[in-house]
């Protein structure tokens, strides 16, 4: 009696298991079915239901809807996660994992997803994949879920706090932990630790989880404590930012250094007043579109090389047109500063309106490679990637310029010829020859500026335009004829302007550096490093 | 006697002659369509796309058989991006080449430059892009967005759905978006917004170093309460602004970004990939699905000889005011001004984002309001917008000189700035 008793309890709690089994996959079907219908509202209902079925199915789906890879299939509308490959999307089945085929975008209907939705999936996500064996995975989702805390989550942090042994990771962990404390109904002793924990942070997050904190605090003490931890937040980034705005300067130094290098040998040795330069710089520029563009139809797995590819080519490019219109153009106006002003603006529309009509007015992509996107924290500075490159980039070509012209045989001409040219050409010479190999130089180096700029501004055909009074200033103001002069000259109006811009707006800023520069000129006519000697005279 | 009536005869024939190639030119000639957009300077990049799609347009209705039995003719002039230009090259297209109807401008600035010529010399213009309101001329069709067709139920969007409560107005600096914030910061205080959660940036046009106003953003956000730009910068200095946010990783689920001035066209010059999610409001996106869109991409691809070129909000503006202004045409039965500017107020024309819009009597159209989110092909996902059409409140009721004013074209009242309190025409507010 008692075995039959046992026999029947055991096959009850057997078919209850089973029951069980089946009702979560068909849950699972019909809690992925509900992610593809309805509003942006019911899906949100939708991702926390299937989150909180705890499957480990879920977390890939769910990445895969806020990546935007989800497709439901509309032959027989069936949820499959879609990855590109190549002009088609390699499909798999959203439940099973099972490879479904290949399917093109015509076929399939994207699950949308919006910004809210996006955040919610965030933060899901986050929970489920606080066990992830990936590291990076494990620091995403504690980042996700600090900016987003969910009280729901804390068990789950707990768990993941005792199960983690990278260090770095832990800590990331317990800032996470600490920002679900103060938005849960946790004691006040806990939310007090909570606090110092996010205050440690000390980053812009930490101050907005602080902010947060004080809006909802409903216990004094809680709320003063949450208040002072901020205050000292904020303190210790002000020191931060200033030390930003001093990068944020060099970087713009930078890029000034870059576009004005160029006009700081052709109008700063040979004094001919180049309004075309900017051009360079944007011939410059459409070298490495060109360049990009035949990489990626006919050798993508080269992308990550282009810029270094574009180089030389810009350099060329800029610099034949720059000889070309030396020996074309410029030569027959030396001496008439009025003449060459005019007929380079001309030529700079002309080029402009060449570029317009072969590529067409609007702007064209030009890819970051991967070395250059992103960026990285420094303490409390963010610093992208390509921003410092820029300013490696332009020491460099300062450096071997310096270079070029202090040991090389060209060197030695072009300053033999700027300082005394009957002399030069009595030495036998050939000045005109010198003359448009220093105007190539000029212009190529305005190509290699072309390469970079494509990087942080938009390739169009007004490119050069936008530089070209930028240099004018620099290099007047750093001394005409003198290289470091533009170094410094570039650097300083850079830091000065990034450190008036957040008191007196861009615009403003801008009207005051060049007010300074007018005034600076009537006291120092020859800029900061004037050139002595008898070439002044 | 005889080599007179040789010559009377001749001469009698010539007459014949020649009346017979003047009726034939009264009925043959073609109609005279003007195009002022810029096709070379800064405006170029957005203005030549707007050319471009006025010539399929009067080729598509010459292929129709024109219109009242004639022919339509391009006349094609390029005001260079200088706005002083646009008021010459006006008058030119008004005057020598007496063209029907005018196609152009975008900045407000040459609108406004162009805008005493056409009130003088009784033309018609049709102005395509979106615009800050405060205008309503009896020579002008607004087929743009007015502010309440576009930055308002943009900044409704994110304060119902995403629950945004700190902004950041950022723009170019110029007139069309110091008006526009003007109205949004009035609004938004209407809305209970206070003072110190709006932040108001204005950068120079062409401005190309978003490093420290991409900074100001993140500092402005981390104050624990939802923060949201919204963008009305303009023309180039779009790319970098994007490419600075990307890098400094500044994601649309934390700040979101909504633009006014950045279409399908702006965003082909830039990788998209980390702007995913960032939002942009217009009344027509390239990717909304129905026929008369689908048919009307695949025969501008095919006219431009280019299958990836995109569509974007003000060329479906030319599409509906070209519509409108050849039914009103049809209807007047000449292209008389003044008939055919009485002829326009009231016509209905379909238009791309599969709905109808209408002529109103304030000179402004009535469109659909939507709101996408980049996607990382470079085209939106809509995830908003209105149930119906928007009608255009071209004087916003959010400004104190403008609240009282409405503008009605049709008679007797025939006014663009009828003051409703005072009951006079030409009035401005209190």
Redesign the interface.
């Known amino acids: 009696m008692f075995f039959l008793r046992l026999l029947a309890g055991v096959s009850s709690a057997l078919a209850a298991v089973l029951i069980a089994a089946t009702a979560l996959a068909a849950d699972l079907s019909a809690l992925v079915t509900n992610l593809t219908t309805g509003s ?1 509202g019911d899906r949100e209902t939708a991702v926390g239901a299937l989150a909180a079925s705890g499957d480990a199915r879920a977390a890939p789906i769910l990445e895969a809807l806020g990546a ?1 890879q989800l497709y439901l299939r509309k032959s027989d509308n069936a949820v499959v996660i879609g990855k590109p490959d190549g002009n088609q999307l390699a499909l798999t089945e959203a439940i099973s994992g099972k490879p479904a085929g290949t399917g093109s975008e015509a076929e399939l209907d994207r699950v ?1 997803v ?3 939705l ?2 919610v999936i ?1 933060a899901a996500v986050g929970s489920l994949t606080l066990m992830s064996p990936d590291p990076r995975v494990r620091r995403d989702a504690a980042d996700s879920l600090f ?1 987003r805390p969910d009280p729901a989550a804390l068990a789950a942090l707990d768990a993941a706090i005792a199960g983690e042994k990278d260090a770095r990771i832990k800590t990331a962990f317990q800032e996470a932990r600490a920002a679900v404390v103060l938005v849960s109904d946790a004691s006040k002793q806990d939310k007090l630790a909570a606090l110092e924990v996010v205050r440690d942070k000390g980053n ?2 930490a ?9 909802g605090a409903s216990d004094p003490d809680v709320k003063a404590a949450a208040t002072a931890a901020a205050a000292s937040v904020r303190q210790s980034l002000a020191g931060w ?1 200033a030390a ?2 001093v990068w ?1 300067g060099i ?2 130094g930078s ?1 000034l250094l870059l576009a004005a290098i160029g006009l700081a040998i052709t109008f700063g040795t040979m004094g001919v007043i180049n309004m075309a330069h900017g051009e360079m710089v944007m011939l410059g520029a459409y070298t490495t579109f060109v360049v990009q563009d035949i990489i990626r139809t006919s050798f993508p797995h080269l992308f990550d090389a282009s810029l270094v590819i574009a180089l030389p080519l810009a350099f060329v490019v800029a610099g034949a047109v720059g000889i070309a219109i030396e020996r074309g153009i410029i030569r027959f106006l030396y001496g008439r500063p009025l003449d060459t002003l005019l007929a380079t603006w001309g030529l700079s ?1 002309v080029l ?2 060449a570029v ?1 009509s072969i590529f ?6 030009v ?2 490679p991967a070395f250059m ?3 990285f924290q420094l303490g409390q500075l ?1 610093i ?4 410092l490159w820029i300013v490696v980039f332009s020491l460099l070509v300062f450096v071997t310029l310096i270079l070029v012209l202090r040991k090389t045989p060209l060197g030695l001409y072009m300053r033999a010829v700027t300082q005394n040219r009957p002399m030069a050409s009595a030495m036998g010479i050939r000045t005109p020859r010198v003359d448009a190999l220093t105007f190539g130089l000029g212009s190529g180096i305005a190509g290699l500026a072309g390469v970079a700029l494509s ?8 490119l050069g ?2 530089y070209i009074i930028d240099s004018f200033m620099v290099v007047v103001f750093g001394g005409v004829g003198n290289l470091f002069g533009t170094l410094v000259g570039a650097t300083a109006l850079g830091i000065v302007n ?1 450190f008036l ?2 008191y007196a ?3 403003l800023g ?1 009207i005051l550096v060049l007010v300074f520069i007018i005034l600076f000129i009537q006291r120092r006519p020859r800029g900061l490093f004037a050139l002595k000697g008898r070439s002044v005279e | 006697m005889k080599l007179g009536s040789i010559l009377k005869t001749g001469m009698v024939a010539a007459g014949l002659l020649a009346g017979a190639a003047g009726s034939a030119l009264a009925q043959g000639a073609p109609i005279k369509v003007g195009v002022l957009h810029s096709l070379s300077g800064t405006m170029a990049i957005s203005e030549t796309t707007l050319k471009d799609v006025m010539l399929m347009l009067i080729e598509e209705q010459n292929k129709k058989g024109g219109v009242l039995g004639r022919k339509l003719e391009a006349v094609v002039v390029d005001p260079a991006s200088n706005w002083p230009l646009f008021a010459e090259k006006a008058r030119e297209l008004l005057q020598k080449e007496k063209v029907a109807a005018v196609f152009g401008c975008w900045t407000s600035v040459s609108r406004k430059s162009v805008l005493p010529v056409f009130e003088e010399l009784n033309g018609i213009l049709f102005y395509p892009v979106q615009y800050e309101g405060e205008e309503s001329s009896r020579n002008v069709f607004y087929t743009g967005a007015a502010p309440n067709q576009q930055a308002i139920p943009a900044v409704d969007y994110l304060m119902n759905n995403e629950k945004v409560q700190r902004w950041v107005l950022a723009g170019t600096d110029y007139v069309y978006p110091r008006t526009t914030n003007k109205i949004l910061e009035a609004y938004l205080k209407q809305k209970g917004v206070k003072q110190e959660d709006i932040l108001i940036n204005y950068t120079p046009f062409g401005h190309s170093d978003w490093q420290s106003i991409v900074a100001d953003i993140k500092k402005f956000g981390s104050a624990g309460k939802k923060t949201a730009v919204v963008s009305t910068i303009n023309g180039d200095a779009n790319v970098p602004f994007y490419k600075e946010l990307g890098n400094a990783g500044i994601k649309a689920k934390d700040i979101p970004v909504v633009a006014f001035s950045v279409g399908e066209e702006e965003l082909a010059g830039i990788d998209t990939k980390p702007l995913l999610g960032h939002l942009a409001a217009w009344n027509y996106f390239q990717s909304v699905k129905n026929p008369t869109n689908e048919a009307f991409i695949k025969t501008w691809q095919a006219f431009t000889k280019n299958p990836k070129r995109v569509t974007n909000d003000p060329m479906e503006a030319h599409v509906i005011g070209f519509a409108m202004w050849i039914e009103a045409v049809k209807k007047a039965g000449t292209t008389d001004p003044d008939k055919v500017i009485d002829a326009m107020i009231g016509i209905a024309v379909p238009n791309l984002s599969g709905g109808l819009s209408a002529m109103m009597p304030n000179h402004h159209i009535t469109k659909p309001v939507l709101i996408g989110e980049i996607q990382g092909n470079g085209q939106f996902d809509t995830v908003w917008q209105t149930s119906g059409t928007v009608v255009a409140e071209e004087w916003s009721p959010y400004l104190p000189d403008s609240k009282d004013l409405i503008a009605d074209w049709r008679k007797p009242m025939n006014c663009g700035n009828f003051n409703v309190v005072t009951g006079k025409c030409g009035g401005k507010g209190k």
């Open positions: 942006f935007g949308r919006n910004n809210r996006r955040g965030e900016k812009r997050d101050l907005s989880v602080l902010q947060a904190a004080i809006n930012e930003q705005n944020y970087s713009l890029v529309l402009q309106q317009r067409g007015p609007s702007n064209r992509e890819g970051a996107s992103g960026a963010t992208t990637y390509g921003r990087q942080i501004d938009n390739v169009s055909p007004n335009q936008g990034k811009e957040p707006g861009a615009v801008k």
